[in-house]
Structure formats: C-alpha cells, structure tokens
Nanobody, 118 residues
C-alpha cells in the first residue's frame, strides 16, 4: 500500500485546514487508517484513527473536539479536518494504514507539513 498525503501549508492560529491521504497499490477498504504527527525536535505522536468501516474514530486528547477524521472508501481516501488550529499543531503530518482491519500501523506516507503561526 502506498500512501500520499497532501493539503499541508502555512495558516494562522484559529484557521482550518483539511489534509487528504490517497492510498494506492493495495487494499484500502479493509484497513484501519490513522494520522500521526511529528513536531520539530519531538517524537512522532498519535493524532487519531478511523476504523476500516469508518464508523469508529479515536483521537488524542490534544486534538479532540478540533480534529475530525473521515474516509471515502470509494476514493481510497482518508481525511483529517483540522479546526481551531494552534501553533502547537505545527508538525509534519503522516497518514498511516494498518496491516488489516486491526493491528499495527504498517504502511506510512511521506507526510505533509502544517505550520500554524501565532
């Protein structure tokens, strides 16, 4: 499975941004998907994930209520809607796919940079 994330950019605090991730070369519909991020000088951290069916999501406490993950299996795509962005959301955001419906995150995209200015 190859993953390509896009949609990053430079925004101001309080703005919104929507990231997209398109999967190719493999099965998408039966995989759980997730988003992680890595800020400069910090370790990669979990942002949220969505089940293979799209009916279950979970989020890190730091983004809960502001970020929403969705997926469109017909388009092999998963999205991260980010609202009320804060400077501390600045990071490279990575899309990831599980080995199957459940299990470890096995496949990773290259990431897209989100910069939030104060």
């Amino acid at each position: 499975v190859q993953l390509q994330a896009s949609g990053g950019g430079l925004v101001q605090a309080g703005d919104s941004l929507r990231l997209s991730c398109v999967a190719s070369r493999g099965t998408f519909t039966n995989r759980g998907m997730g988003w992680f991020r890595q800020a400069p000088g910090k370790e990669r951290e979990f942002v949220g994930d969505i089940s293979w069916s799209g009916d279950t999501t979970s989020y890190a406490e730091s983004v809960k209520g502001r970020f929403t993950i969705s997926r469109d299996n017909a388009k092999n795509a998963v999205y991260l809607q980010m609202n009320s962005l804060k400077p501390e959301d600045t990071a490279v955001y990575y899309c990831t796919a599980r080995a199957g419906r459940i299990g470890v995150f096995r496949y990773w995209g290259r990431g897209t940079l989100v910069t939030v200015s104060s």
